[in-house]
């Protein structure tokens, strides 16, 4: 009976939530998610907070000892996620510009690039849908509005970045646009002509206006009264919500001095990793000189972003052929590899991972940046591990394949973002394991990213915790990575626009390896490393104290 009522309350959880997010719902292809792309008003986010609060009621209503084990996870899981987004309200995210990197932009940007158009209705639903998008930025604006009045503003360092990835959204022509796009693999003769020109319309004469409108307001807003702090705990209850953030991301109780003691403690070990390899490849001791070769050798740098994408799409595929080695669980849908598009590379990471529709109407997408420099070889392994497979897209996709579990669990990967991250972390590091790190130039590349993700536990700390400047920031980072100054702005840019997100990588990845290490020192000759990777994959999403607990129990599994 108890476990019972759990199922059909987590049903309706999920529903609700879906239906409240249409991205989500139209990867599932949910009705409600035809004529709109986000739900964010500020009567959005009371509503859901007032139905949140009542499912974690209905949900104490049930007794957890009277469940069985694998019901008491989705339990906990369940009053997590409730109460994680209740937390968020009363510390009044929803008031907070979290608009950098990912604003409402991107996200619709996201979803169109999702979208496939395959009868007249499909595209009468899409230009609903793209007509609703002048009043999800009033929405926006409405809340930021009401943010600002209470002390919630930009940081300086951001203003720019935010007005820039917005704006760089019109600049290019109608038919070459994001909106456009889905248009142009409708077979012809399919829609009629005028429903095209109608969008061509919608494009030119409301889209470009408003999204400029929404950039214009934003400045008004931000500008005259913004802030220079980088911190997050400058801002009203700021502690309080970058304490909040760290516990979120690391689905743990973190201390940010103890995370930042870490981190250094990884960066000096990583550090004597490199030192290794600057030996191995004839420079010495020479960190320094390694670097900048490694920095300025055309001989590692693709000739454009084509022949980039291409290189990785190759890497890709050979690494795909690999998989079986490692794993025995491989999920039924791929990947295509993409590049940034130009007008968006400059604000964007050098790869991201976009998987494929829950409902599986497309492949997933591997984003790789179009500014090369930004992008040299020896980084390309570890890139592809880590967002192709069997990093992000391999992982998603086989979590949405596990019918067994409550769809929350398959769906809420933003909730277990540890464990996400920390998984695709771990994921380069397989490449030691294929033997694909076979000269210092690759082990250097494989080592860099590493570092990438210790610093980040340093300087996100930093930021947030500490009082450090953006320039204390940038700083550190050119001291230990090779990446062009540039591309470590951005980065920085990304730590202060998303509080506490970076701390997640490294968390999990600590996590994965201690699991490891244990099943391996426990387990001797009856390791199977296919079998530990494929009990890993089918926790579902996960904090990390659940994933210790189902690795732990398939090693006493094991040993018997």
């Known amino acids: 009976?108890?476990?019972?009522?759990?199922?059909?309350?987590?049903?309706?959880?999920?529903?609700?939530?879906?239906?409240?997010?249409?991205?989500?719902?139209?990867?599932?292809?949910?009705?409600?998610?035809?004529?709109?792309?986000?739900?964010?008003?500020?009567?959005?986010?009371?509503?859901?907070?007032?139905?949140?609060?009542?499912?974690?009621?209905?949900?104490?209503?049930?007794?957890r000892e009277e469940l069985p084990s694998q019901d008491r996870i989705t339990y906990d899981l369940l009053h997590r996620e409730l109460t994680v987004v209740c937390e968020q309200?009363?510390?009044?995210?929803?008031?907070?510009?979290?608009?950098?990197?990912?604003?409402?932009?991107?996200?619709?940007?996201?979803?169109?690039?999702?979208?496939?158009?395959?009868?007249?209705?499909?595209?009468?639903?899409?230009?609903?849908?793209?007509?609703?998008?002048p009043q999800v930025f009033e929405d926006y604006l409405e809340r930021f509005r009401l943010g600002a009045s209470r002390g919630y503003v930009l940081p300086a360092a951001l203003l720019?970045?935010?007005?820039?990835?917005?704006?760089?959204?019109?600049?290019?022509?109608?038919?070459?646009?994001?909106?456009?796009?889905?248009?142009?693999n409708i077979p012809k003769g399919t829609v009629p002509t005028a429903l095209i020109e109608e969008v061509w319309q919608l494009i030119a004469n409301v889209l470009k206006p408003a999204y400029l409108h929404y950039?214009?307001?934003?400045?008004?807003?931000?500008?005259?009264?913004?802030?220079?702090?980088?911190?997050?705990?400058?801002?009203?209850?700021?502690?309080?919500?970058?304490?909040?953030?760290?516990?979120?991301?690391?689905?743990?109780?973190?201390?940010?001095?103890?995370?930042?003691?870490?981190?250094?403690?990884?960066?000096?070990?990583?550090?004597?990793?490199?030192?290794?390899?600057?030996?191995?490849?004839?420079?010495?001791?020479?960190?320094?000189?390694?670097q900048n070769y490694l920095r300025s050798a055309k001989c590692f740098f693709s000739t454009d972003a084509n022949a980039l994408r291409e290189r990785i799409e190759v890497l890709s595929k050979r690494i795909d052929g690999r998989i079986p080695e490692l794993f025995g669980l491989i999920p039924r849908m791929t990947y295509g590899v993409e590049s940034v598009p130009e007008a968006l590379a400059a604000y964007y990471p050098i790869a991201s991972a976009h998987p494929n529709p829950a409902n599986n109407t497309s492949a997933g997408k591997f984003w790789v940046t179009s500014l090369v420099e930004r992008c040299p070889s020896y980084l390309h392994i570890p890139l592809v591990l880590h967002e192709g497979w069997p990093g992000h897209l391999m992982h998603i996709a086989l979590l949405q394949e596990m019918k067994d579990l409550p769809a929350f669990r398959r769906y809420s990967m933003a909730g277990y973002i540890a464990y996400i991250e920390g998984w695709a972390l771990y994921c380069e590091g397989l490449g030691e394991d294929l033997g694909l790190y076979s000269d210092p130039y690759l082990r250097y590349g494989r080592l860099e990213m590493e570092i990438h993700r210790a610093v980040r536990l340093v300087v996100d700390t930093g930021i947030h915790a500490l009082g450090w400047t953006r320039h204390d920031a940038i700083t550190y980072m050119q001291k230990y990575l090779t990446t062009s100054p540039a591309a470590i702005e951005t980065e920085v840019n990304r730590y202060i626009g998303l509080p506490a997100q970076a701390l997640s990588y490294k968390t999990g990845e600590m996590k994965i390896l201690e699991l490891r290490r244990r099943a391996e020192q426990r387990l001797g000759s009856k390791f199977s490393l296919k079998k530990f990777h494929d009990r890993l994959v089918t926790a579902g999403a996960v904090t990390l104290e659940v994933l210790e607990a189902h690795v732990q129990e398939w090693i006493e599994g094991a040993e018997h």
């Open 1 to 63: 009976m108890q476990s019972n009522n759990l199922a059909a309350l987590a049903a309706a959880c999920w529903d609700f939530h879906i239906g409240e997010y249409p991205p989500l719902a139209a990867e599932h292809g949910d009705p409600r998610a035809r004529h709109i792309f986000l739900k964010e008003s500020i009567a959005d986010h009371r509503h859901r907070n007032l139905v949140d609060r009542e499912f974690i009621l209905k949900l104490e209503a049930i007794n």
């Open 89 to 133: 309200f009363r510390l009044e995210e929803y008031l907070r510009p979290q608009i950098y990197p990912f604003g409402p932009e991107a996200v619709i940007g996201s979803a169109i690039s999702k979208t496939v158009l395959s009868d007249e209705q499909a595209l009468q639903d899409y230009v609903i849908r793209l007509a609703s998008i």
């Open 160 to 184: 720019e970045p935010v007005l820039a990835t917005v704006r760089a959204y019109v600049l290019e022509d109608v038919e070459a646009c994001a909106w456009y796009k889905p248009l142009r």
């Open 215 to 290: 950039a214009d307001e934003l400045e008004a807003i931000y500008r005259p009264a913004i802030r220079n702090s980088v911190s997050c705990a400058d801002a009203p209850m700021g502690r309080e919500y970058y304490q909040h953030l760290v516990s979120y991301y690391t689905t743990a109780d973190a201390d940010p001095d103890e995370i930042h003691r870490t981190g250094l403690a990884e960066v000096e070990r990583i550090s004597t990793a490199i030192l290794k390899t600057a030996n191995e490849a004839g420079f010495g001791n020479d960190v320094e000189t390694f």
